[in-house]
């Protein structure tokens, strides 16, 4: 079959422990070659462990203890190999190179999970699963990469495309033998059955918008007139220091400190590093609303002085934001309340202190409400990915299309056409038609090492 992968499945940094993973059915003699304990490795049973030396021509490089996992009873689906040694990159990368040396592969990025998939262990939307459970910031986007990766998406998809199987069974017969006598019936319940199948699969695109504002976070501007505590605020968020999101460093944000974690929320602060630089709070702010930031922004965050009368500028602002997703804060509840908050008559408000933080503390409820993320974490909703969402659109449009050329009343052929082309887009969501390209492209998103 296949060559034996070998990789490094831990970040390569310094660390109590590295875990080198190895792959194929050649995985069990490389390790007799190179490990020294009381049972040669290709004597041991899948699922135990054993504790010895890595030895390079009679130089012992590592104590480490080494795992074995027989095949099918693997992740992979083959006899595989971990090698947990100590966490230096430096000796992580000897232990690679001397099971290269022995004859492993090393593997391309998300070669074990491309491997697990093809023994038929995981779905595609599965291993996009997996992928999710690494890249997971919060408890919402870990228990939606659960359910994906425990096949839930799957499930969901193929029980769709069951139905659309069923349906596609009737028309064949309907217009393979016209002459026969199949009941009228099941051409007439032929609109409603296209209906629902359109109603599932919106609602699986529905959770797309919320699984990105999960996994991207939300644009957020904060507005207000100059003194009402915008920059107090800002200081207040970005002051929970382990809220700041940091995992981005170095990748694709130049400027990091300007999200900053709120719940299971990120919010991306527009111009932060503007307004550290200037000590001039938001300068999008203030008389100047009418910027591209405030457009661009998916929530605003409106912050209003409660020991002040509203001024005009106020009602400006109140005017500009009207019609975006906002959240009223009255700030400085710690002092003695002058505004009226008859006024707002928004349903998001909020009576903060951006001094002592008093009040923000319900900035995540309120966000998820607005977002229509509320409910418990428990009820395991799937955000789905774009690749996801773009097959699921397929097949929707497809599915649309037929409704209508039923609709039309002409012939049933076109509707047979489009319901096995929308039936082809969620088989290749699932992997079970996928083309290689697509399958290769999705493994290439992994790490080396997964
Ligand atoms: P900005 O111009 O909107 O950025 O406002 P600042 O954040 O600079 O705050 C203006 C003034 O209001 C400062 O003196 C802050 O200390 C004060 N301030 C901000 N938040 C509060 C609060 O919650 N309570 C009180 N009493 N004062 C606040």
């Not at 904060?222 to 207040?236: A, D, E, F, H, Y």
């Not at 912050?303 to 005009?312: K, N, Y």
């Not at 109140?318 to 006024?343: A, C, F, G, Q, T």
């Not at 008559?345 to 951006?354: C, E, N, R």
């Amino acid at each position: 079959m296949s060559s034996t992968i070998a990789a490094i499945s831990t970040p390569v940094y310094q660390g109590g422990l590295s875990v080198i993973r190895m792959s194929g059915s050649d995985s069990l003699r490389i390790a007799d070659n190179i490990f020294v304990g009381k049972t040669a490795p290709s004597a041991m049973a899948g699922y135990t462990c054993q504790y010895g030396k890595i030895v390079r021509e009679g130089r012992t490089l590592d104590d480490v203890i080494l795992t074995v996992f027989r095949a099918p009873h693997s992740y992979t689906g083959e006899d595989t190999v971990e090698i947990s040694c100590h966490g230096g990159v430096y000796l992580a990368r000897e232990i690679l190179k001397l099971l290269i040396e022995n004859g492993a592969e090393p593997a391309p990025a998300g070669e074990f999970t491309k491997r697990a998939f093809l023994a038929g262990k995981l779905s595609l939307t599965q291993a996009e699963g997996v992928l999710d459970i690494i890249s997971a910031n919060g408890e919402r986007e870990l228990v939606s990469a659960r359910a994906m990766r425990d096949g839930n998406l799957s499930k969901n998809i193929h029980s769709v495309a069951e139905d659309m199987v069923k349906i596609s069974g009737n028309l064949a017969a309907w217009s393979d033998y016209p002459d026969e006598d199949i009941p009228d019936a099941d051409t007439t319940h032929l609109g409603n059955d296209l209906s629902e199948i359109i109603n599932r699969l919106e609602h699986i695109l529905n959770s797309y918008d919320k699984g990105k504002i999960l996994r991207q976070g939300i644009d957020t501007a904060i507005v207000g007139r100059p003194n009402v505590g915008k920059s107090t605020l800002m200081n207040q968020l970005l002051g929970y220091k382990r809220s700041i999101v940091t995992e981005n460093a170095g990748t694709t944000r130049d400027v990091i400190e300007e999200s900053v974690r709120v719940g299971d929320f990120v919010l991306k602060l527009s111009d932060t590093a503007g307004i550290r630089d200037t000590n001039d709070p938001i300068e999008c702010i203030g008389v100047d609303l009418a910027t591209e930031k405030l457009e661009n922004a998916e929530l605003v965050l409106a912050v209003f002085d409660s020991s002040e009368e509203l001024t005009e500028t106020d009602r400006e602002i109140l005017e500009k934001i009207r019609n975006k997703p906002h959240i009223i804060l009255l700030n400085k509840s710690d002092l003695p309340e002058k505004v009226d908050p008859e006024y707002f008559f928004d349903k998001y408000i909020l009576s903060v202190s951006a001094n002592s933080g008093s009040g923000l503390e319900k900035l995540p409820e309120m966000i998820a409400e607005i977002f229509k993320l509320g409910g418990s974490t428990d009820s395991a909703e799937i955000y789905i990915n774009e690749r996801q969402r773009s097959q699921v659109q397929k097949a929707l449009d497809f599915v649309r299309l037929a409704l209508s050329e039923y609709h039309s009343g002409i012939t049933l052929d076109a509707v047979t056409v489009y319901m096995d082309e929308a039936l082809n887009a969620l088989l290749e969501l699932t992997g079970e038609r996928a083309t290689e390209a697509v399958v290769n492209n999705l493994f290439e998103r992994f790490c080396v090492g997964k």
